[in-house]
DNA sequence: CGTAAAATGTGATGTACATCACGCAATCGT
DNA sequence: ACGATTGCGTGATGTACATCACATTTTACG
């Protein structure tokens, strides 16, 4: 499937937008590839984009002082990614984001977002709907960190993604509920 | 300050309203009191309304199978508090909200608020931001407790909103954190 | 293809926290 | 005002997980 198809699926989930009005919409999206471990937003840097994801896993994370990687998002296709903070305060990029795989992504202006979002009433609408359920996610797996503990979390997340298994290093996995790689390893081979 | 006016400060910050729309907005809001202690949304629920308040401070929390409670959010004056998965979803409450302590709300209808933000673009813009802003608070809190111990936590906490030292029970804040009440007081009393 | 690098498995040890148990202090409701 | 409830402090003990150390396996790539 084209870009542009698989961006207008996406989209109809949520809004209705005349043929016209995705064309101009799609207008704005710039098609990216990127390699394996290649690097999108890094931190520090400004950011200025946020990235729909078509093909490829791409991560936001967070590294601590000690160095070590904590992960706030793995984004497949049809996900979106970027360092939400950067891009709508203006303030330098804490969070990172790169790719786990080979990937195909359609990179969006924060400039051009807000400009869609005042045009078109329901490009505003759907992006309301994209950060609701992002909200509501990330409350679900706030209490998925206080209430259950690191081998729950796991087949939790195993049971609604199985194909990370495969397709994600272990230690990534780790880095995403919060364990140590030696304690996830030991978590599937008791 | 009375409950218009607070709430037409809340939306100025984020969106543009004409008085005839902001009336109208307004209209859709119902005031309500709360005793402490009282429930405002309790798990099981059909979930019909967000809140925002107006004075005082309600808690959105779960309990687990062991009646163990995890708080996901302090709502304090101009805070807006809900089960949102169960609102947008239509399915039951899992998360309930009650009063700390006695608490002023503004209550808006689900069905009002969609309602509102199709017929007005800018009220769209409002709750797009304020999710926004949501979404934010709630990816640096999972980084805050994959990163740091509770210590930290604690003190972090205690530095964005002290009030909350004075106004809440210790073992809610220890709900809040993710750690035991115990554990809390020895944080503090060394 | 062959070597370096990255990823994974596994034991030994340490620790931040939970849990249990109890006593005391503050607050609430009638 | 006074008993009941709720909140708080503190010791003793248990445990889930981190960390360190090193071996083994898999993958990347010149």
């Not at 290649?38 to 078509?54: C, M, N, T």
């Not at 005042?118 to 759907?126: A, K, R």
């Not at 194909?163 to 599937?188: D, N």
């Amino acid at each position: 499937m084209q870009a542009k198809e698989i961006l207008k699926a996406h989209i109809a989930k949520t809004a209705t937008l005349t043929a016209d009005e995705f064309e101009y919409f799609f207008s704005c999206f710039k098609l990216q590839s990127y390699k394996k471990g290649q690097a999108v937003i890094s931190e520090g840097d400004r950011v200025q984009h946020e990235y729909f994801v078509l093909d490829g896993i791409l991560k936001t994370f967070y590294i601590n002082d000690d160095m070590k990687m904590f992960i706030l998002q793995f984004a497949m296709p049809t996900w979106w990614a970027s360092d939400y903070n950067a891009l709508y305060t203006g303030s330098k990029a804490t969070v990172s984001v790169d790719c786990i795989t080979k990937a195909e992504v359609l990179c969006l202006a924060g400039a051009d977002r807000e400009k869609l979002c005042s045009e078109i009433h329901q490009v505003e609408h759907f992006f309301r709907w994209r950060t609701n359920r992002g909200y509501v996610a990330a409350h679900k797996r706030l209490l998925s960190l206080m209430n259950s503990d690191a081998k729950h979390r796991y087949e939790e997340l195993m049971a609604q993604y199985p194909e990370l298994f495969s397709q994600v290093p272990k230690h990534l996995i780790a880095a995403y509920l919060g364990v140590s790689r030696e304690t996830l390893s030991r978590l599937y081979n008791p």
